[in-house]
């Protein structure tokens, strides 16, 4: 049951755009639209709203490279594990909660290292990818998205975006808890 | 408050670096100016005083010298001199990539990246001029933590604009698309379809607006993991949302609510953890698609809810009241 499930998601992912591309044009063509010189006109803007995103990621990501690199999170990871100890997260899991908002690619490195640490089929390691499988990079996602519209006053999204991360790290953590762990 | 994180972050980054430096300083760990003795096999020998050969580190030694327990076993590490006749010169050492600690810093700081250079000097052969007793002296190392700080700002902002400028071809095939799809009427008719839907979590938008539509594609994009069309359609949907916006510049609650959705993270199969558990060997790779579907359902019910929350709040109306005094 769990394989036709999967291989039909797996399946549904790989005609999606094609099917969305005919559905497209097919529909322009019956409105009599015309496609070529709509599709170009749309397209001007690919350039403007990628090169309107620079100033907002370069911001963000000099921030988060920088944050990397100083090896802060070690201290941020030693300062916090007695609180999460309290709620039963394993340390080696802190990392990852606290990187996964900030960098894809730094969390996939640690994701991959507790893999290569604690075997992926671990508590640890079932815990850790589920973590990473069920979160976005929240802060790079804001940049972008922000940017492409010149958004500087954000408002209550970063409080509402670190609301989610972590009801979702805490919600992965229970449910690991629940069928792989010990509760 | 995106201000205050990132002042955060910048000035956290540099006194945790400027912390680690001068730990670094006192307690001496790359041990600068102090000397270390090696024994050398030779294994290469010219007239003008250059030689090469292998160094033996012994654990033990090494152990001492840092005052730390990293080294294992006993090291052989390439290595290059050159000497005057008296017995002193330059050296460099050839440090392998598993080469302990702190030597793989000091290499990957040194002026010949993976190699640790220096002076070497009472130089002594033994024997038939086979092997050699030795004397170094690296380079000094200091203030790794901030050279690393600014590298990586450096290579950051490059890797930024080069996301950026990675993305216009998307952009504009998915602009393309959906500028087709909107003069024909497609989207029009596709949020009117979901205007039952919509109407709760978008109660701002016009219910046959196009930005429902984007929405919806960003959305569906996401959950089936097709990252290259779901970024365009998202930033599609926020140009559409930013069209209704009355004060530009100004978060509006329907983008937030939006990307409350987007950075939820629903997604049906997560292909990279996935795909890294599969490498790392795991029995079972895909265990994680029900906890992980679930995780995100949390962070998506969670961030949606703190959204229609937090937007009662005068103080997060504030910005807005004020912007409008302005004009």
Known sequence: MDVVVKNSITILSIIAIPLVIALFILWALVKRVHVYEVFVEGAKEGFTTAVRIIPYLVAMLFAIGMFRASGAMDIFVMVLS?????????AEALPMVLMRPLSGSASLGLMSEIMKTHGPDSFIGVLVSTMYGSSETTFYVLAVYFGAVNIRKTRHAVPVGIIADVCGMLGALIICKVLFGIL | ???????????????????????????????????FSVTISLTDQSSSGRFRGIAHVTAEYYNAHYGKNVLAHNMDIPIQCTVDSVGNGTFQLFLPEQAPQPWLTMAKYSPVKGSLLGVISRVRFVGTHREAHAVLCFEPTHFVKMRSVTQAA??????????????????????????????????????????????????????????????????????????????PLGLKAMEELNKLNPQQGIATNAMITFLAINTGGLVLIPATAIAVRAAAGSSNPGIIIGTSIIGALCATIAGVTASKVLQRFSRYNNEITNNEKEK
């Open chain 1, 82 to 90: 007695p609180l999460t100890n309290l709620i039963g997260m394993p």
């Open chain 2, 1 to 35: 408050m995106l201000n205050y994180i990132w002042t955060f972050l910048v000035l956290v980054s540099l006194v945790v670096a400027i912390g680690y430096d001068l730990y670094d300083e006192v307690f001496d760990t790359y041990r600068n100016g102090k000397e």
């Open chain 2, 154 to 231: 450096i290579d950051f902002v490059v890797t930024a604009v080069e996301i950026a400028l990675g993305l216009i071809g998307v952009m504009a095939l998915w602009l393309g698309l959906m500028k087709i799809a909107e003069v024909a009427g497609l989207l029009t008719f596709i949020a009117k379809i979901l205007k039952p839907l919509t109407r709760k979590l978008f109660p701002d938008i016009p219910s046959d607006h196009p930005a429902i539509a984007a929405i919806l594609m960003n959305t569906a994009a996401n959950m089936l993991g097709l990252s290259n069309a779901a970024t």
